[in-house]
């Protein structure tokens, strides 16, 4: 098996600090009470909010799960970001391919042993094509959370966005449970549509071999009111259980590794080609 000469350490070429992100400490992220891009910020939440209800959320998955309407490579696909700018962030304002190599970047410094994982945070944010094709950024981006039941407080902008969503006023979806059983496991859970699902599909429809842990992040990433606060605890199994601490672990890079130092992205990409050469080879199905 021939090797493949990337030449120096690409990890050389970037590393993001996890404490502090230039003048930018931990606490200031996800500020979604004020800055410069709050009302881009809570326009975007308010049409999520309202529109993202079950029979919505079952539309999307009829219409993207069967991974029918484009092929094309990894690389390819994460750079295509450069056209996208996520309008639900409080925290950037460049196009999302950065973000990709400085979530990457920052798991290769505290995890070199995991090339997998490095992997993921390059790939995670990349179900976010669909905006590029058509579909509106409320239907793409932000947090996401379970459709079919009660809205819990500590989704984003909760107190006053969900008064027009449908689901709000229909007594089956609106109580603790809803339409799901206790403990059923978050795969048996509707989410709100979202880049996170849509990768998780196309990796599984393409066969794709990340490890399950790599999977979870992808799938839930954007969940933080289970990740990050706590909630729907009463929907999870034990392997969702088992996954959280993975999860968590993926949100840290995902979060404060966000910064205005950009990372050279043509120094970095021989590396990560050769991890999507290792788990998500060839041309893919979207």
């Avoid at 009829?62 to 639900?88: K, P």
């Amino acid at each position: 098996m021939s090797v493949i000469n990337i030449g120096p350490d690409p990890s050389l070429a970037y590393r993001p600090n996890l404490e502090k992100n230039g003048n930018k400490e931990k606490e200031d992220y996800r500020n979604f009470e004020t800055g410069s891009l709050i009302d881009r910020v809570f326009s975007t939440y308010k049409l999520m909010h309202t529109n993202q209800c079950l029979d919505f959320v079952k539309q999307k998955h009829s219409e993207w799960t069967r991974c029918n309407h484009t092929q094309m490579g990894m690389m390819d696909a994460i750079m295509s970001l450069d056209q996208l700018v996520d309008e639900s962030d409080p925290d950037v304002d460049f196009p999302n391919s950065f973000h990709a190599f400085q979530t990457a970047e920052g798991i290769r410094q505290a995890h070199p042993d995991k090339d997998w994982f490095q992997l993921v945070g390059l790939i995670h944010d990349v179900g976010k094509i669909t905006a590029l094709w058509d579909e509106p950024q409320w239907a793409v981006v932000g947090d996401t959370f379970p459709v079919g039941c009660q809205y819990q407080n500590s989704i984003v902008f909760r107190d006053n966005t969900f008064l027009d969503n449908p689901d709000d006023k229909n007594p089956s979806y609106n109580t603790k449970y809803g339409i799901y059983e206790p403990n059923c496991g978050l795969d048996k859970v509707f989410m709100s549509w979202g880049h996170d699902e849509y990768l998780y599909r196309v990796l599984k429809f393409n066969n794709c071999s990340i490890p399950e842990e790599g999977l979870y992040m992808i799938r839930f990433h954007s969940f933080y009111p289970w990740h990050s606060h706590g909630d729907y605890m009463h929907l999870c199994n034990e392997k969702d259980l088992r996954m959280l601490p993975w999860v968590k672990e993926f949100n840290k890079f995902d979060l404060y590794t966000k910064t205005t130092d950009l990372p050279n992205v043509d120094k970095l990409k021989p590396y990560y080609q050769s991890l999507i050469d290792k788990y998500c080879t060839g041309i893919l199905k979207w």
